[in-house]
């Protein structure tokens, strides 16, 4: 009896230290609050009801491969949530909803400092908006290629607690400094460039160029 119950034991300790490395395309039916949760907003691009599309104005960027993204950003230590957004999404209101969805990981439990949210372009967008409505130093934000436009030139919106940047040097798109420099809420800044020579597309195929370090980043804490 006592073998067996010190079994049960140890299958439900591995059962909870496996549970975690699950990828989600809605916010998740069961919260574990002592497990990391990691949000993924996609490209404008990817707004409605195709996984790998190709922009008709930019077909040097390529392929933008939604499942390879989730699969590769996906690990062992913490949970991906990676919605698909429909077409036509207001990113101000699409912003409210992950603003909604995280304080609801941290009403169920969740700590603040194991959320991430992690946005490229128009998700990147969305993410440094959610930032700015949570306004909680405690998360932690990745931003890649995303810092430009009316969220660059708009002064009220700042960026909290621990953030990580990444562009493509050949990309339009560059440094989020002007944002970090208005944010004094910001607890870590960290900026990486890359280079590939794929522009805006260096992002739409996951790349351990940009893959590694978020995923270094996020497991660091």
Not at 31 to 57: C, M, R, W
Not at 76 to 82: D, G, H, R, T, V
Request: with cysteine; proline share 5%.
């Amino acid at each position: 009896m006592k073998k067996s119950l010190f079994i049960s034991c140890i299958l439900l300790l591995i059962s909870n230290f496996t549970s975690a490395g699950k990828i989600y395309t809605e916010f998740p039916s069961q919260v574990d609050a002592n497990q990391k949760y990691v949000f993924y907003s996609h490209g404008l691009i990817l707004e409605g009801n195709i996984d790998t599309p190709i922009n008709p104005k930019k077909p040097q960027w390529g392929m933008y491969d939604f499942p390879n993204v989730k699969e590769q950003l996906s690990d062992n230590a913490y949970n991906l949530i990676a919605y698909h957004r429909p077409k036509n999404t207001d990113k101000y209101e699409y912003a409210h909803k992950l603003k909604h969805d995280v304080e609801h990981l941290i009403r169920l439990g969740v700590k603040a400092e194991n959320i991430s949210l992690i946005g490229f372009s128009r998700g990147g967008e969305i993410t440094l908006l959610a930032s700015n409505a949570l306004k909680n130093e405690k998360i932690n934000y990745v931003i890649l290629a995303a810092c430009l436009g009316d969220i660059e030139r708009d002064p009220n919106i700042k960026l909290y607690g621990r953030v990580l940047s990444i562009y493509e040097t050949s990309d339009e798109v560059g440094s989020c400094k002007t944002i970090q420099e208005r944010s004094p809420r910001i607890t870590s800044f960290t900026e990486k460039a890359i280079t590939t020579n794929q522009q805006h597309g260096a992002f739409f195929r996951p790349n351990q160029i940009w893959i590694e370090p978020i995923k270094t980043w996020i497991n660091a804490f």
